[in-house]
């Protein structure tokens, strides 16, 4: 999925699959669990999840 068209990316983001790379990761015990931060290679949007 690398050399895609950049409007065919684009609506695949808009349409919620997003190509993630992971930025940084928190790792944790219990409950709280771990997060990492990952961000889109296409649009650019962050977001936050638990692992």
């Known amino acids: 999925m690398q050399d895609l ?28 669990g771990g997060v990492e931060k990952v961000e889109c290679k296409r649009c650019g949007v962050i977001m936050t999840r638990k692992i």
């Open 5 to 32: 068209p950049p409007l065919l990316g684009k609506l695949l983001c808009w349409l919620g699959f997003h190509d993630f790379q992971v930025i940084s990761k928190t790792f944790g015990f219990g409950d709280g």
